[in-house]
């Protein structure tokens, strides 16, 4: 089983960017359906987006869609989230995932894997 480290959180202005990063250890990374989560105070955790074992395939929730960008590089064992125009409303702990099938993970977060232990992105208006 792999295990998660994520980096990259921080204050940024609304309209900024950011790029969290998750790293992996061991040597089956590929073979993990990769995520992005995130939880707002005072509300329950959500999805954001998801990546298949090659990186050929990705999906979004629909408030973040065309502004945020999930990528992986297998090599290095590595899942990044770019994101692009951040709106207050973005403010989360973000949390990266690992999942052996990603459309249980998406269905449901209780069906996570592996999480990570999350980073802060505190977005200002």
């Known amino acids: 089983q792999v295990q998660l480290v994520e980096s990259g959180g921080g204050l940024v202005q609304a309209g900024g960017s950011l790029t969290l990063s998750c790293a992996a250890s061991g040597r089956t990374f590929s073979s993990y359906r990769m995520g992005w989560f995130r939880q707002a105070p005072r509300k329950e955790r959500e999805f954001v987006a998801a990546?298949?074992?090659?990186?050929?395939?990705?999906y979004y929730a629909e408030s973040v869609e065309g502004r945020f960008t999930i990528s992986r590089d297998n090599a290095k064992g590595t899942v990044y989230l770019q994101m692009n125009s951040l709106r207050s409303e973005d403010t989360a702990v973000y949390y990266c995932?690992?999942?052996?099938?990603?459309?249980?993970?998406?269905?449901?977060?209780?069906?996570?894997?592996?999480w990570g232990q999350g980073t802060l992105v505190n977005v200002s208006s």
């Open positions: 995932a690992a999942n052996r099938n990603i459309w249980s993970m998406m269905r449901n977060n209780r069906n996570v894997e592996v």
């Open positions: 990546i298949s074992g090659t990186g050929g395939n990705t």
